[in-house]
C-alpha cells in the first residue's frame, strides 16, 4: 500500500465536528509506509476525548480490511517558540472562573481534573486562588513539594493530578495579605519554576472575579479555553458576564458555560426543587451562542467530596458523579474542536 492509497482511505474518515474528512481539513500531518508498516501522524489535540479517541478508532476501522500494521500518534504543533512558552510541555491550559464567589468554581476545577485523570490523562491541577486556595483540602493533599537540586518545585500528587497551590507555601491559618504585583511575581514564579513534566491538560482554578490573578493569566499564559461557572440565579449569571467579557477582550476561547447546584433531589420525598432557580445556565449559554457543558445538582455528596478529599466525580454510582464525568468529557471534546478548528483554518 502507498501513500495515496493510505490517504484514499483517510479521506474516508470524517470530523463529525467540523464537517468534513480528515484529509480535506488538513488534520493528517504525515504519513510514513514501511512495508506492512504505516505510520499516521493525526493532528489531533485533546488527548483522551470521546470524540478525538472515536476519530482516531475510525481511521483503525479504515484499515480493518488489509494486513497493515498501524502506527498512530498525534500531535498538533503551536506558533509559540520554546522561549516564549510558560508551560513548553503542557498540552493543553483550562482556566476555571467564575464571576463572582460560592458558585462552586474549585469544585468544578478540582472534579475537571480529577475526571480528566480518571481518563487517563496526564493532568495538573493549579489553584491560583492565592487568597483562598482550597484545592489540597478538596483532594486531601498534605504533602508539601519536593524540590530538585536546580531549586524547582516538585509538585505532589492525588488521584493521578500533580498538585500546585499557595496553601502549600503558607501557613494553615495565614492569611495571604498581598497586592497586586506581589501576586502577579508570586504567580509567575509558581508556574515557571515548578517541575511539572509532560501533561496533557493543566487546570488552573482562577479566584473569583475579574483582578490581577486573571490578567496576570491571560496575558502570560497561552491558554486553550476557559470554562464559566455559574448558578442558575440571575445574581451569578449577572457576573459570569462580566467574566465572559474579559475572556472576550482578551480573546480567550470559553469552552462552556458549567452550572452548579442546578436542582435539590429531596432524599425523603425523591421531589426536585430548583432552590437557585432552573435552567439559569443553560438559557446563559444560549443568548452568548455559548456551549452548555451540563448542571450538577446540589447533593450533599458534593460537600462531603470537598470536605473529605475525594472528588465526587470519581464515584462511578453516582448520579452527581455522572454530571461531573459528562462536564469534563464536553470539557475535552471543545478543546480537541477549538484544535483541529485552528488547524484546519491554517491550511
Not at 125 to 139: E, I, S
Not at 178 to 184: F, S
Request: hydrophobic fraction near 40%; glycine fraction near 12%; charge should be negative.
Amino acid at each position: 500500500m502507498d501513500e495515496d492509497a493510505v490517504l484514499d482511505r483517510l479521506g474516508t474518515v470524517e470530523d463529525p465536528d467540523l464537517g468534513d474528512d480528515i484529509v480535506s481539513l488538513g488534520l493528517v500531518n504525515d504519513i510514513s509506509v514501511d512495508g506492512d508498516t504505516v505510520a499516521i501522524s493525526l493532528a489531533l489535540g485533546a488527548p483522551y476525548s470521546p470524540t478525538e479517541t472515536n476519530i482516531a478508532n475510525a481511521v483503525r476501522e479504515a484499515f480493518a480490511d488489509t494486513d497493515i500494521e498501524l502506527d498512530l500518534s498525534a500531535r498538533i504543533v503551536d506558533d509559540l517558540s520554546a522561549g516564549d512558552e510558560v508551560f513548553p510541555n503542557v498540552e493543553n491550559v483550562i482556566a476555571v472562573a467564575s464571576g463572582k464567589g460560592g458558585v462552586g468554581k474549585s469544585t468544578m476545577a478540582v472534579n475537571i481534573a480529577a475526571g480528566l485523570a480518571d481518563m487517563g490523562a496526564s493532568v495538573g491541577l493549579f489553584d491560583a486562588d492565592v487568597y483562598g486556595p482550597n484545592v489540597p483540602r478538596m483532594v486531601d493533599a498534605d504533602e508539601p513539594p519536593g524540590a530538585t537540586e536546580d531549586e524547582k518545585l516538585v509538585p505532589p500528587e492525588r488521584f493521578g493530578m500533580k498538585l500546585m497551590s499557595m496553601a502549600f507555601l503558607v501557613g494553615e491559618d495565614d492569611p495571604v495579605i498581598w497586592r497586586g504585583p506581589m501576586v502577579h511575581k508570586v504567580l509567575t514564579q509558581l508556574w515557571e519554576d515548578v517541575e511539572w513534566g509532560h501533561l496533557d491538560y493543566m487546570v488552573i482554578d482562577l479566584p473569583p472575579g475579574t483582578g490581577d490573578t486573571q490578567l496576570t493569566l491571560l496575558q502570560t499564559v497561552p491558554v486553550t479555553g476557559s470554562v464559566i461557572v455559574t448558578t442558575p440565579q440571575e445574581v451569578a449569571l449577572d457576573d459570569a458576564r462580566k467574566g465572559l467579557e474579559m475572556f472576550g477582550k482578551h480573546d480567550t476561547v470559553v469552552l462552556g458555560i458549567a452550572e452548579n447546584m442546578g436542582t435539590f433531589r429531596c432524599p425523603d420525598c425523591g421531589g426536585e426543587h430548583a432552590i437557585f432557580g432552573e435552567g439559569g445556565g443553560e438559557r446563559f449559554a444560549d443568548v452568548h451562542d455559548m456551549p452548555f457543558l451540563g448542571s450538577v445538582p446540589l447533593d450533599p455528596a458534593v460537600r462531603t467530596g470537598g470536605d473529605e478529599g475525594r472528588p465526587v466525580v470519581l464515584d462511578e454510582e453516582s448520579d452527581t458523579g455522572g454530571a461531573f464525568r459528562e462536564i469534563t468529557e464536553n470539557v475535552a471534546n471543545n478543546v480537541g474542536f477549538v484544535r483541529r478548528q485552528k488547524q484546519a483554518n491554517t491550511r
